[in-house]
């Protein structure tokens, strides 16, 4: 499966943004889908996850209670709706799909098909 990202850009502090993750192929419900990030000196890092059928949600401290992580199956999309954002967001997102899930130990290392990244910057 091919991953494409969208939605990316710059806010202000408290602002949202919109992720969009679409996938090519038939097979996009067989996968488990999620996002990372990696900030500039940092390390790629899990931000959350949602089961085959989207009923399932995984998300990184960080992020839990502003983010929201939703797929359409008839859509073969995922999305990341990002609310009260601050500079510590500010990251390359990547969007990536898996075999098993993992919940909120997804490592990098077990991901198997990445999108190219996204760039979401966040202004103080």
């Known amino acids: 499966v091919q991953l494409q990202a969208s939605g990316g850009g710059l806010v202000q502090a408290g602002g949202s943004l919109r992720l969009s993750c679409l996938a090519s192929?038939?097979?996009?419900?067989?996968?488990?889908m999620g996002w990372f990030r990696q900030a500039p000196g940092k390390e790629r890092e899990f931000v959350a996850t949602?089961?085959?059928?989207?009923?399932?949600?995984y998300y990184a401290d960080s992020v839990k209670g502003r983010f929201t992580i939703s797929r359409d199956n008839d859509k073969n999309t995922v999305d990341l709706q990002m609310s009260s954002l601050n500079p510590e967001d500010t990251a390359v997102y990547f969007c990536?799909?898996?075999?098993?899930?993992?919940?909120?130990?997804?490592?990098?290392?077990?991901?198997?098909?990445w999108g190219p990244g996204t760039q979401v910057t966040v202004s103080s």
């Open positions: 949602t089961d085959l059928s989207g009923g399932r949600t």
């Open positions: 990536a799909a898996g075999l098993q899930l993992y919940g909120t130990t997804w490592h990098p290392d077990r991901v198997y098909y």
């Open positions: 192929g038939r097979t996009f419900s067989s996968y488990v």
